[in-house]
Nanobody, 125 residues
Framework: QLQLVESGGGLVQPGGSLTLSCAAD????????IGWFRQAPGKEREGVAC????????YYADSVKGRFTISRDNAKNTVYLQMNNLKPEDTAIYHC??????????????????WGQGAQVTVSS
């Protein structure tokens, strides 16, 4: 199992920005499509953004298009999620996960569990 650990969450005002990091602990992540997923209380788990192994293909949920950017640095074994113009509805626990798949397939079917504890993102004034 690919062991990924999230970091970078926090409290931010509406319109603010945060960058989340997803670091591989152990096996390299370069052969895996990696995605960011979020779940808010009372809501279903959602695939937010996914990125191909080389980084040349990405997928974004409609709710974050134009505001979030996913990127990866395979040399650093890390995937990032830059979040701009944050809204209260972005409040959730964010997790990352990866597997061999297309970006669309990974984001469409969030994993049932995650290795890391996730990063809490709270958008509130």
């Amino acid at each position: 199992q690919l062991q990924l650990v999230e970091s970078g969450g926090g409290l931010v005002q509406p319109g603010g920005s945060l960058t989340l990091s997803c670091a591989a602990d152990g096996l390299p992540l370069e052969d895996n499509v990696i995605g960011w997923f979020r779940q808010a209380p009372g809501k279903e788990r959602e695939g937010v953004a996914c990125i191909s192994t080389s980084g040349d293909s990405t997928y974004y949920a409609d709710s974050v298009k134009g505001r979030f950017t996913i990127s990866r640095d395979n040399a650093k074994n890390t995937v990032y999620l830059q979040m701009n113009n944050l809204k209260p509805e972005d409040t959730a626990i964010y997790h990352c996960a990866g597997r061999i798949a297309t970006v669309q397939a990974l984001c469409a079917r969030p994993p049932g569990d995650f290795w890391g504890q996730g990063a809490q993102v709270t958008v509130s004034s």
